[in-house]
Structures are given as structure tokens and as C-alpha cells.
T-cell receptor
Framework: DTGVSQDPRHKITKRGQNVTFRCDPI?????LYWYRQTLGQGPEFLTY????????KSRLLSDRFSAERPKGSFSTLEIQRTEQGDSAMYLC??????????????FGEGSRLTVL | GQNIDQPTEMTATEGAIVQINCTYQ??????LFWYQQHAGEAPTFLSY????GLEEKGRFSSFLSRSKGYSYLLLKELQMKDSASYLC???????????????FGKGTKLSVIP
């Protein structure tokens, strides 16, 4: 299977700790997105990369959140000094240029974060 | 800003037809999209509409009226496997800030019963 993969799938941490999630997009996809989803809600946009450039960041992305895509391939999302409100599913998605028009995003299975 | 409304839950019978409505208010508009999400799984893309009218794709069809800020997803010949959440999403602009992000509604949880 060559879909979008995310690691870890589940993370339980204590408040105040740092966590990092990794996303490996579909290999030929140059666009990568991070979304956050809580129970009963739709995904909320966090940030977007085109190749290695971070082109958009949501206001939701506080200074405790940082995302990178150093070589335009995999991406990491780090949350520093986690808070209980950070508990959510963190979804990564990727797409190729021609899919920008159609809005077709390929989502990974997500990384579920629980902050105690 | 953008605001998207869709019913929270719906129930329909296997073999029937169901219509899931979505209304939206956006500061700009460049596309409406439907995604399916089974419980505990990732969303998967179903359809998109940029112009007014009906787009058909097998058992699924999606309709858009830009003047009314309204869309619906029509599912025909319902199957048990169609039980899932259906997410309506809007893209506000096509260039500049916000052009790459989709704003999702809360989703409609559809239960298909025998």
C-alpha cells in the first residue's frame, strides 16, 4: 500500500510534554497538509506545504506548534508544552498539482493524541 | 470567514435513496467538496462541484447552487457499507491566502438500516 502513512498512530502524553508526529505522503505528491479533528467535528486546517515551503498556516497553529518538511518529502508536526486541549486526531493529507482544482486530498489514518 | 451547516445525523433504509444537505456562507467561493469518513478511518474524497448543477458518479451525485449557498449529496441504492459520516467542505478562494485550505462542516452521520 503506497498511501499516506502517519506515525505514531496513537500517542498518550502528560501535559507539558513535547510530542512529534511524522507524515510520509504519497511519493509523487508535492503538496502536503496537516489537519486536526476532534470528536464530532470535521477536520480543521492547520498548515500547508508545497514541496519544502510552508505556504499557509492557520490561526489555530499557535507558537507551540511547528511543522517542517525539510526535503519536500516527509513532514513532521511538533507540539511543545502540550495542553489537554491539544487532544485530537492529527491528520496528514497530500495531493498533486492537478488535484488542487478538484480538492481531492488523500488523507492518512491519523495520529491520535491524548494529553492527560 | 466561512460557516458550513449540515444535519448531524440521518437514518435511511438499505436500498433507498438519501439526500444530505449542506448550506454554506463564505467570503469567497471556489469549490464545494464531499468526503466520506467511516468511523475511526481517514476521510476519503467523493466529489467536487465548482459550477452550478449536478455531478453524477455512480451511486453518488452532488448538486450545487452557488446563488443559494447550497449543496446536497445524493446516495442511491443504499448499502450497509454506506454507513459513515459525510463531510461537506468549501474552498473559499482560488489564489492567495486560504486558497489551499478546505473548510469542513461537522459532518452528517448516516446510519443505513436493513
Amino acid at each position: 500500500d503506497t498511501g499516506v502513512s502517519q506515525d505514531p498512530r496513537h500517542k498518550i502524553t502528560k501535559r507539558g510534554q513535547n510530542v512529534t508526529f511524522r507524515c510520509d505522503p504519497i511519493s509523487e505528491h508535492n503538496r502536503l497538509y496537516w489537519y486536526r479533528q476532534t470528536l464530532g467535528q470535521g477536520p480543521e486546517f492547520l498548515t500547508y506545504f508545497q514541496n519544502e515551503a510552508q505556504l499557509e498556516k492557520s490561526r489555530l497553529l499557535s507558537d507551540r506548534f511547528s511543522a517542517e518538511r525539510p526535503k519536500g518529502s516527509f513532514s513532521t508536526l511538533e507540539i511543545q508544552r502540550t495542553e489537554q486541549g491539544d487532544s485530537a486526531m492529527y491528520l496528514c493529507a497530500s495531493s498533486f498539482d492537478r488535484q488542487v482544482y478538484t480538492g481531492e486530498l488523500f488523507f492518512g489514518e491519523g495520529s491520535r493524541l491524548t494529553v492527560l | 470567514g466561512q460557516n458550513i451547516d449540515q444535519p448531524t445525523e440521518m437514518t435511511a433504509t438499505e436500498g433507498a435513496i438519501v439526500q444530505i444537505n449542506c448550506t454554506y456562507q463564505t467570503s469567497g467561493f471556489n469549490g464545494l467538496f464531499w468526503y466520506q469518513q467511516h468511523a475511526g478511518e481517514a476521510p476519503t474524497f467523493l466529489s467536487y462541484n465548482v459550477l452550478d448543477g449536478l455531478e453524477e458518479k455512480g451511486r453518488f451525485s452532488s448538486f450545487l447552487s452557488r446563488s443559494k449557498g447550497y449543496s446536497y449529496l445524493l446516495l442511491k441504492e443504499l448499502q450497509m457499507k454506506d454507513s459513515a459520516s459525510y463531510l461537506c467542505a468549501v474552498r473559499g478562494t482560488y489564489s492567495g491566502a486560504g486558497s489551499y485550505q478546505l473548510t469542513f462542516g461537522k459532518g452528517t452521520k448516516l446510519s443505513v438500516i436493513p
